[in-house]
């Protein structure tokens, strides 16, 4: 484990729900409206978390199948629960090492988890090679760089203001390639073609600072896993200076924006 993602947490795959999946749904149905696929294809759903994107498939774009693969044992738990029907299946699998047969689907998806993948290029190869030529590769990401995810620029910049050495553990310094172009050149390099991208933007308003503060509690993910992990004094001033600088409504509501980058692209014609 490295020293910046020794607060990644991915064991808790209700909690993870409460604190990105919300997000993640409103981002996942903009990703299937701009892709616009036919209906009744063989789905592949790399890194299908609690099944945010599953249920947005399901719900969008009858797919004929769909195959949900996850490292974490607790999210394919949670996607289990959270999604009922006959034409999922969910697998506890590496997305560097996809046991699927060449050629074995229509398209492959994936939604935020490149990022957290060790050898992305690996992945996005392995994603190349289980898709028949011709197919699609999609996946989207957080515009960390960008700022796209206000949430989260708001809680490390006040843990930064309380401790200097935080930003190291902040997303957009360990994902700088989260950007349109390196995210572009990502697939190119994975030997991926026809490549296109797109912003995926949505509001995301907490009903109230505990909505917005609580899930980070819950230790499931980077920046919660960072926050747990404080002594409570630490944890407690971290509290109340996002407290004092959230753009808090009169009705005490938060709103802020959520952005992501989307990726699509098809896979050779020949296979090589």
Same mark, same amino acid.
């Given at each position: 484990m490295s020293d910046t993602s020794r607060h990644d947490a991915w064991n808790a795959g209700d909690s993870y729900d409460i604190y990105m999946g919300r997000w993640?749904?409103?981002i996942a149905t903009k990703f299937l409206d701009w892709l616009d696929l036919p209906?009744?294809?063989?789905?592949?759903?790399?890194?299908?978390?609690t099944g945010a994107l599953t249920e947005s498939i399901l719900s969008q774009c009858e797919p004929s199948s769909l195959l949900g693969i996850e490292q974490s044992q607790a999210f394919v738990a949670t996607a289990r629960a959270n999604v009922v029907d006959d034409r999922v299946e969910f697998q506890v699998g590496?997305?560097?090492?996809? *046991? &699927?047969p060449d050629h074995s689907v229509d398209l492959v998806v994936s939604a935020l988890v490149l990022n957290f993948i060790p050898d992305k290029e690996k992945a996005l190869r392995e994603?190349?090679?289980?898709?028949r030529p011709g197919g699609t590769v999609a996946f989207y990401v957080w515009d960390y760089p960008g700022g796209g995810l206000e949430l989260l620029s708001t809680f490390w910049q006040a843990a930064i203001s309380l401790n200097p050495e935080a930003a190291d553990l902040a997303e957009d310094k360990r994902f700088p390639y989260c950007t349109r172009e390196g995210l572009k050149n990502l697939a190119s390099?994975? *030997? &991926?073609?026809?490549?296109?991208s797109t912003p995926l933007e949505a509001p995301a308003v907490f009903k109230s600072f505990d909505d917005f503060w609580i899930p980070f509690t819950l230790g499931?993910?980077?920046?919660?896993?960072?926050?747990?992990?404080?002594e409570p004094e630490a944890r407690e001033q971290l509290r109340d200076t996002l407290l004092r600088r959230l753009p808090i409504l009169d009705d005490g509501s938060i709103p802020m924006k959520i952005r992501a980058w989307g990726i699509r692209a098809a896979t050779p014609q020949k296979s090589y």
């Open positions: 993640s749904r409103q209906k009744l294809l063989r789905w592949l759903e790399v890194g299908c978390g590496d997305a560097q090492r996809l *046991g &699927l994603m190349r090679r289980v898709c390099a994975a *030997g &991926l073609l026809e490549i296109e499931a993910g980077p920046a919660p896993g960072f926050c747990v992990n404080l």
